[in-house]
């Protein structure tokens, strides 16, 4: 501990925008970041990363080498990196939660497995449940790195293709309708639809400053318009806007693909009514979305539903529960039961034994016993499992049929499965 505090510096802090330029600080952090992600380091997309920064009330940690060699990059740098700030999470039943968003994870790779990643990560962790954050929350560059931490992947999505040329029509065609808009002017609507999707979309993640701008075409490392961004709004009968979509018409060779960048429905029928729209712009040879649903209401309602392809999934959202009394007592639960839960965690913020115990609706959680060495559960998982199940994503079931939940009983799965059943299908839209 002593030899590499006395080679390496870590600090934390704010980033500091002043009269629109980042402080050195600020600047030398983001450059280091942008090293790692192997993206150029403009002065411009720098200072709108510190902008997007203070927005979203980020901090920063970096560890910085007291003694960098000769002729390498300066002191000033930081070898590894490490942001987090607070937004909500949707767990279910509209109950949105604090969570820690972890980002910007980088360690150089001249640095590299030292622990650098699991001192940041252990020590902001520890900062935030001392805060009284009851959930953290990351999406990943490899699904092999967090898993350690504590992090399960909570929500997943596809990425799909469709060809039109065929038939696009839909067995329930919504009564709404669209109309285009200029992706630049509906950057109030697009927060106000989003706010609705997040409020009833289990498995949600609010979104962050930059995020916006790339979904709406406003810049990215340079704050200009991207003209090439179309948008359309959805309409409903009654003539709310319950939903919008941004979209790009991109050349392959000789054929045209529309690559929808976001697509946010608050709604059902806002939701069909944006595919409807999509699947019928003419000039296009291919649509392609990268952030569908795993459960896709869009595949049901396709009159051929083979136009449709799944191209890929992956893991999204990562989620590490901090504090299991509070995480568990927020989401709803689709029957009542009682079980009990013994959660082993590395890092022992979740570890212990705990009751769920749900009556006519209302979850009530309580911790046995904090020393899980004696106290006998239903079932006994590790807190990245836990994770995994916590807003419903992935069945009890299949988890336990993985070999990572302990039982005595099968029935307690069932239960289990029954219980963690989420009120609408997972799904999140947000990448941080
Ligand atoms: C949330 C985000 O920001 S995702 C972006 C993550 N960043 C990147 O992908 C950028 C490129 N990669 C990196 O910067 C680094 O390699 C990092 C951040 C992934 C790892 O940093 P390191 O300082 O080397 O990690 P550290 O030494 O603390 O390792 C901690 C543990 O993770 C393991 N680990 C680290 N990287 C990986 C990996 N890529 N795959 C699997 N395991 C890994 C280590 O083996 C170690 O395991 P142990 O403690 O159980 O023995």
Redesign the pocket.
């Known amino acids: 501990m002593a030899a590499f505090d006395d080679e390496y510096e870590t600090r934390t802090f704010t980033p500091v925008v002043i009269d629109g330029e980042p402080d050195a600080a600020t600047r030398d952090w983001i450059a280091a970041t942008r090293v ?2 192997h993206e150029t380091n403009s002065a411009s997309g720098v200072t709108v990363g510190a902008v997007a920064a203070v927005a979203d009330g980020r901090t920063y940690t970096g560890i910085y080498d007291r003694r960098p060699l000769t002729g390498s990059l300066d002191a000033t740098w930081p070898v ?1 990196t490490y942001a987090d700030y607070v937004k909500t999470i949707n767990v279910g039943g509209g109950a949105l939660l604090d969570a820690l968003l ?8 001249t ?9 940041m ?1 252990t020590a902001r962790l520890t900062h935030a449940a001392d805060d009284g954050i009851p959930l953290a929350a ?5 699904s ?3 898993r ?1 931490f504590g992090f399960g992947a909570s929500t997943r999505v596809r990425r799909i293709s469709i060809r039109p040329e065929k038939r696009f029509e839909l067995l329930t065609p919504p009564a709404g309708r669209c109309e285009l808009a200029r992706a630049s002017d509906i950057q109030e609507i697009a927060r106000d639809v989003f706010a609705r999707f997040h409020a009833r979309t289990p498995g949600s993640v609010d979104r962050q400053h930059q995020l916006w701008n790339r979904r709406l075409g406003l810049g990215g490392d340079e704050p200009k318009l991207d003209e090439s961004v179309r948008a359309a709004l959805y309409y409903s009968p009654a003539g709310d806007i319950d939903g919008y979509v941004t979209y790009r018409l991109k050349e392959e060779g000789h054929t045209a693909a529309l690559e929808v960048i976001d697509l946010v429905p608050a709604t059902d029928e806002a939701y069909l009514g944006l595919w409807q729209f999509i699947g019928t712009v003419d000039l296009v040879d291919r649509i392609t979305y990268g952030v569908a649903p795993v459960v896709d209401p869009l595949l049901e309602a396709l009159v051929e539903s083979r136009t449709l392809e799944t191209t890929g999934e992956e893991d999204h959202v990562w989620f590490r529960i901090l504090d299991p009394v509070a995480a568990l007592s927020a989401r709803p639960y689709a029957c009542d039961g009682t079980l009990t839960i013994k959660i082993h965690d590395d890092l022992g913020f979740s570890a212990g034994v705990f009751e769920l115990s749900v009556s006519h609706g209302a979850a009530s959680v309580r911790r046995i016993d904090a020393n899980d060495s004696t106290a006998i559960a239903d079932l006994a998982l590790d807190t990245a499992t836990l994770a995994r199940a916590f807003v419903g994503g992935t069945p009890v079931t299949a988890l336990a049929a993985a070999g990572l939940v302990e039982h005595r009983d099968p029935a307690a799965v069932r239960l289990a499965t029954a219980m963690f059943m989420p009120d609408r299908p997972v799904y999140g839209i947000t990448y941080f």
């Open positions: 790692a992600f590894a972890i980002s910007d994870v980088t360690v150089r790779p640095h590299k497995r030292k622990g650098m990643l699991r001192r990560m990351l999406t990943a560059s490899e092999g790195i967090y350690r």
